[in-house]
């Protein structure tokens, strides 16, 4: 069965501090990786993607991703978190199963403290 | 441009009640698919639509339908409404079948009392 996991239900961090949000894959193929951003009573905003190329990808709000083949992962990675940054993480994969449909993990709840 | 539309934002339906939500995908886009958030069962696929067509289903009742007009707008709808169905229903949208950002509406919230 194809699906993703996110280890975490919630991480914390301090502002200034780096920050990783996991994220597993299990998807036969090559994989279409997404990360989303989720504010409260809003809906989901794309952060980055990874379809090919470069395992390091970069995305909106200076978030970036790396993905890792051998490791089946693509984990969400900040150098330095705002307290603005706080907000329900989710990653997706997007699979053919005789038609398209995008799987999302559970989600990982970010707290960043001043 | 114009990102995803969901309308209405906000609802409140009584058991046994149906109920439509619409959706108005970002011009140019032509595929439209839907979930279902819940703080239990998170993010879950509803169905996928493109050209007027459902090309894919996630594993919900009959009571859940959808269609997707000729100008790619979509609605979904929920027969005889359970209290279960109390949910975040989002609605997104990509430029073609395996294109494969999808972009969020702001979501439909139903309330079933």
């Known amino acids: 069965a194809q699906s993703v996991a996110q280890p975490e239900d919630q991480v914390n961090v301090a502002e200034g501090n780096p920050l990783t949000v996991k994220c597993t894959y299990s998807?036969?193929?090559?994989?279409?990786l997404f990360w989303y951003v989720q504010y409260p009573n809003r809906g989901l905003q794309f952060l980055l993607k990874?379809?090919?190329?470069?395992?390091l990808v970069k995305g909106s709000y200076g978030f970036e991703a790396e993905f890792n083949k051998s490791q089946t992962s693509f984990h969400l990675k900040k150098p330095s978190a705002l307290v603005s940054d706080s907000a329900l993480y989710f990653c997706?994969?997007?699979?053919?199963?005789?038609?398209?449909?995008?799987?999302f993990g559970a989600g990982t709840r970010l707290f960043v403290k001043a | 441009k114009a990102g995803v539309t969901q309308t209405p934002r906000y609802l409140i339906k009584t058991r046994g009640q149906q109920v439509t939500l619409s959706c108005s995908p970002i011009?140019?886009?032509?595929?439209v698919s839907w979930y279902q958030q819940t703080p239990g069962q998170g993010l879950q696929f509803l169905f996928e639509?493109?050209?007027?067509?459902?090309?894919n289903k996630g594993n919900f009742p009959g009571r859940f339908s959808g269609r997707q007009f000729s100008n790619s707008r979509s609605e979904m709808n929920v027969s005889t409404l359970e209290l279960g169905d109390s949910a975040l229903y989002l609605c997104?949208?990509?430029?073609?079948?395996?294109?494969?950002?999808?972009?969020f509406g702001e979501g439909s919230w139903l309330t079933v009392v």
């Open positions: 997104a949208s990509s430029p073609w079948q395996g294109g494969n950002t999808i972009y």
């Open positions: 990874y379809i090919t190329g470069d395992n």
């Open positions: 011009s140019g886009h032509r595929s």
């Open positions: 998807v036969s193929g090559n994989p279409y």
């Open positions: 997706a994969v997007r699979v053919n199963t005789g038609g398209f449909k995008t799987i």
């Open positions: 639509y493109f050209s007027e067509t459902q090309r």
